[in-house]
């Protein structure tokens, strides 16, 4: 299969190539993904209407193209399922499909109600299989526009602005509608449809996440093996792995309620150390901490005399307490001698950089030398 491109420009960090005949069906086109696939050894990584976009130069002159054809079995996989869905959320509950877009991960389709209970979801999902199991054969066709107008039982209706031919999917006794995307020739090709989640959204509606196909396939064998990791983990069968994260994470609140008091009795003990350690610097007192980030945070409350310069530091962060010197300003100072960035107010402020205790000493010294 060849192609001719007549003209390709660099953009940025790819190339925008027009080719002779568009072959590659287009991003975004009725809510579905695009075709991927390679013009000579140039991979396709985007289409539009006017161009696609390839991640290497192409000279004017014919090619041979390939088009990904397992990804336009997944494409065919989740684009079916949604008409299925949309069909069954419609025929038997009344909902309205108001929105629809595919990913590469999952597939989302928007209900026009907010009160969907979750037996409902659990029928639709259910209903849904029931019809990929029957193996029903769907049938695509083209028809010219008066004769479109006038079939019966869409779920949809055409826009009038549409002209010329019009392209139909029908799932019999189940779907019919106008639809240009790729699609499975018998429902049984669908093999799995998955809600995965469903959450609420502005206008009242309800968007669900879906998988189908070889996603749904795939995603089962991920969480089959995620969940073969966690009986593993905490040494239970699948039925006790919830019990078992509610126990770990009580055990691990109860271990930071533990570590908060530590850090509180600690920082109790420290702060008459550092009082009587503080390095003195004309009329001020300077107390630089570096350690927990617990104790630090408590720290700079237990030195209430109005002349002390508190600093505490975890790793990269740092925070810098003063009744008396201006600490956005010190701050400010500060970030001109090194690379950090921060702010605050007058009376503490937070800096964030790759800098050492022995320089924010130096800084805060040279700083209060100029006052």
């Known amino acids: 299969m060849k192609v001719n491109v007549l003209n390709c420009e660099k953009i940025k960090n790819r190339y925008q190539v027009t080719i002779n005949p568009h072959v590659f069906y287009i991003d975004g086109k009725g809510g579905q993904l695009g075709d991927r696939g390679k013009i000579g050894q140039a991979d396709v990584i985007e289409v539009n209407e006017n161009y696609v976009f390839t991640n290497q130069n192409l000279e004017p002159g014919e090619y041979s193209y390939s088009i990904d054809m397992t990804r336009r079995e997944d494409i065919a996989q989740q684009h079916t399922a949604q008409h299925t869905f949309s069909a069954v959320a419609f025929n038997d509950y009344d ?5 629809f877009r595919m990913a590469d991960e999952y597939t989302t389709v928007d209900l026009d109600s907010n009160t969907i209970t979750d037996e409902t979801i659990e029928q639709i999902e259910k ?34 602005k549409i002209t010329g031919d019009i ?57 089959h093996m995620l ?27 109860e ?16 702060a008459k150390d550092v009082i009587n350690n503080a390095l003195s610097i004309k009329n001020y007192k300077l107390v630089i901490y570096s350690g927990n980030k617990l104790v630090g945070d408590n720290l700079h409350k237990l030195i209430a005399d109005d002349n002390f310069v508190v600093v505490t530091s975890n790793e990269l962060n740092h925070a810098i ?42 800084y805060i010294i040279e700083y209060i030398n100029t006052l």
């Open 167 to 223: 392209r139909f999917v029908e799932i019999p006794h189940i779907d019919i509608g106008a639809c240009a995307g790729f699609h499975v020739n018998n429902t049984r090709e669908m093999r799995l449809f998955k809600i995965i989640n469903h959450e609420k959204i502005k206008g009242n509606f309800t968007r669900f996440y879906f998988l189908a196909g070889n996603r749904a396939l795939n995603d089962y064998s991920y969480k």
């Open 321 to 362: 307490t003063s009744k008396t010197i201006n600490c956005k300003e010190l701050i400010g100072y500060i970030s001109q001698k090194k690379d950090i960035k921060g702010g605050g107010n007058q009376i503490r402020g937070n800096f964030k950089g790759n800098i050492t205790s022995e320089e924010i000493e130096k």
């Open 127 to 160: 209903k849904v299989n029931d019809i990929i199991n029957q193996g029903i054969d769907i049938k695509i066709y083209t028809v010219n526009h008066d004769e479109a107008f006038s079939i019966e039982g869409l779920r949809k209706p055409i826009k009038e």
């Open 255 to 270: 271990a930071e309620n533990s570590l908060k008091h530590l850090a509180i009795e600690y920082s109790s003990l420290l």
């Open 95 to 99: 909902f309205n499909t108001v929105g």
């Open 227 to 253: 969940t073969r990791e966690l009986c593993h983990t905490f040494s239970c069968t699948e039925n006790n792995i919830l019990d078992m994260v509610d126990k770990m994470n009580s055990s691990k609140l």
